[in-house]
């Protein structure tokens, strides 16, 4: 029996950084999100007694052994929770780059949580599945639930998941991913939280994130983009203030980076509402509504640098598909 699972990406309008326990995976801090349209991986598994170990191809390649591990592990979780030994086959897709602050990890365990938990004869709840993708990729647990998401601040695994706050059709907003680079990080971001402690500004930021998602969730439900985009923005910039003042500091951010980042602002200046939002990577996304996407894609459209465009609106959550990668 096999199993394929369709997974999104998110956007965190708020984010996490730092673990309180990192064989969890329980972030320091909440966090909301929404699930992206179009950056989507696409995962198959199937576990047989045919399979003598466990074989993992992502975009039809090998992977590295720190990521074959990661996977491996997952499925270990799954085999338990089933209580079967059979070696699995997975075989995973995306459709954009991975390794560039795009969140990858974030859909690629949730659609392996689905898929394989699906060909392992597991029947997971939302909230079930969504604790499983975390403890694979923390903000793989966002990716599960569609459209408007809150990853709840729990301290215990059980209380530790994200769950809609808002459907995909609430609201028409837009996330245009301007890919700068496609280049892998040389950091990935689980390796990079483990410092995010040494930051003389993680208290204070830690400090007032409640605050924070309890604003940007008012903001959604007020549809009030001007006030969205503003929280959205100035949470990025605090969130890599924290990266670059931990030690060793981490810096994403490329010469393409920082220049949207500066463009956006005249952008607005000359009219058109668009925020700037950067996760863990180079790539950065520019929030708008659906109504300004034109604009802003012409805008992107008219810098060299910029190697590919991705219009993204809110998306479903993961999925099960009849479309078998093998």
């Known amino acids: 029996m096999k199993a394929t ?17 990192e064989i969890l995976r329980l972030p320091e801090n909440g966090s909301v999100s929404m699930c992206l349209s179009d950056l989507l991986t696409t995962t198959t598994v199937e576990f047989s007694p045919k399979f003598k170990k466990d074989t993992v191809t992502i975009n039809g390649g090998g992977v ?12 270990d979780r799954v085999r338990q929770m089933a209580g079967i030994e059979y070696r699995a086959k997975v075989v995973s897709n995306n459709n954009f780059p991975i390794g560039t602050g795009l969140s990858s990890s974030a859909s690629g365990f949730a659609a392996l949580s689905l898929a394989a ?7 997971l709840s939302e909230k079930e599945l969504s604790i499983l993708a975390r403890q694979g990729a923390g903000s ?3 990716s599960i639930p569609g459209g408007f998401v809150e990853w709840m601040d729990g301290n215990t695994s059980e209380t530790s998941y994200a769950k809609q706050i808002f459907p995909a059709s609430y609201w ?8 700068v680079s496609e280049g892998r990080k040389e950091t990935s971001s689980s390796v990079g939280m483990k410092k995010a402690k040494s930051s003389p500004f993680m208290k204070v930021r830690l400090s007032h994130m409640k605050e924070k998602n309890n604003q940007i969730k008012k903001f959604i439900k007020n549809r009030d983009f001007k006030a969205l ?3 959205t923005e100035q949470d990025a910039l605090e969130l890599h203030s ?14 393409g980076t920082l220049r949207i980042m500066k463009l956006v602002s005249h952008w607005r200046a000359d009219g058109i509402p668009v925020y700037f939002t950067i996760n863990t990577g180079q790539d950065i996304h520019l929030i708008c509504e659906q109504k300004n996407v034109k604009k802003v894609v012409k805008k992107l459209k008219g810098l060299d640098f910029v190697k590919d465009i ?10 099960l598909s009849e479309n078998h990668l093998f």
């Open 140 to 142: 793989a647990c966002r």
């Open 5 to 21: 699972a369709i997974a999104p990406t998110n956007i965190a309008f708020t984010k996490y950084w730092g673990k309180k326990d």
């Open 64 to 75: 590295e052994n720190g990521e074959a591990e990661r996977v491996i592990k997952h499925l």
């Open 310 to 319: 991705i219009v993204n609106t809110p998306g479903e959550g993961t999925r």
């Open 242 to 255: 924290i990266m670059l003042t931990q030690y060793p500091p981490l810096i994403y951010w490329t010469p």
């Open 117 to 123: 938990s699906a060909t392992a004869g597991l029947k």
């Open 229 to 231: 985009g503003e929280l």
């Open 172 to 179: 028409a907003l837009a996330d245009v991913v301007a890919i």
